[in-house]
T-cell receptor
Framework: GENVEQHPSTLSVQEGDSAVIKCTYS??????FPWYKQELGKRPQLIID?????GEKKDQRIAVTLNKTAKHFSLHITETQPEDSAVYFC??????????FGKGTRLSVIA | SAVISQKPSRDICQRGTSLTIQCQVD?????MFWYRQQPGQSLTLIAT?????????ESGFVIDKFPISRPNLTFSTLTVSNMSPEDSSIYLC??????????FGPGTRLTVT
């Protein structure tokens, strides 16, 4: 089955700097790659996703890139703000099968 | 998106007892799932709740311990049976919409003493 590796496990950045989180997946057939943000005590929230027919997707300060050949995808957050501090999870899926999650990255934005 | 509610939001239970968690969605969804999240950990899939048939369980999870029902396209229950302290966790309902986005309920925080 699918296996998703996520790096780094923790990341600290200064406010205003960029943050990048990387994930690799094992199943080349996977075609959907979402990112979730989870604040302390809250549910995971879908913040952006990308499908296998697209190489990059942006939404304001957040972007996701996908390299199908290398089987990896990344989350880019620009101009980070303290409210970006949270745990971020990447995931992968084929069709309507359940998502398989990475282990998460704890992002701290230092003001 | 989908609006998902779960009941109860939290509970403290004694070992050996059972707890049933309810998940309600505001619209018909393609699929419903149950996940478990230990403190500081990632999300682990317990099972896929199938409407009108037995749930599909992931390795390490069995029906006798985690019976699941899904009587219709907007509701599901997960029971945690014969609980032990190792079952203390957050249990999350999740749904797959028609556009293949997956959303999570607010979770049920279970503590077993």
């Amino acid at each position: 089955g699918e296996n998703v590796e996520q790096h780094p496990s923790t990341l600290s950045v200064q406010e205003g700097d960029s943050a990048v989180i990387k994930c690799t997946y094992s199943d080349s057939a996977s075609n959907y790659f979402p990112w979730y943000k989870q604040e302390l005590g809250k549910r995971p929230q879908l913040i952006i996703d990308i499908r296998s027919n697209v190489g990059e997707k942006k939404d304001q300060r957040i972007a996701v890139t996908l390299n199908k050949t290398a089987k990896h995808f990344s989350l880019h957050i620009t101009e980070t703000q303290p409210e970006d501090s949270a745990v971020y999870f990447c995931a992968a899926r084929l069709g309507n099968t359940p998502l398989v999650f990475g282990k998460g990255t704890r992002l701290s934005v230092i003001a | 998106s989908a609006v998902i509610s779960q009941k109860p939001s939290r509970d403290i239970c004694q070992r050996g007892t059972s707890l049933t968690i309810q998940c309600q969605v505001d619209s018909q969804v393609t699929m419903m799932f149950w996940y478990r999240q230990q403190p500081g950990q990632s999300l682990t899939l317990i099972a896929t709740a199938n409407q009108g048939s037995e749930a599909t369980y992931e390795s390490g999870f069995v029906i006798d311990k985690f019976p699941i029902s899904r009587p219709n396209l907007t509701f599901s229950t997960l029971t945690v049976s014969n609980m032990s302290p190792e079952d203390s966790s957050i249990y999350l309902c999740s749904v797959l919409t028609g556009t293949y986005e997956q959303y999570f309920g607010p979770g049920t925080r279970l503590t077993v003493t």
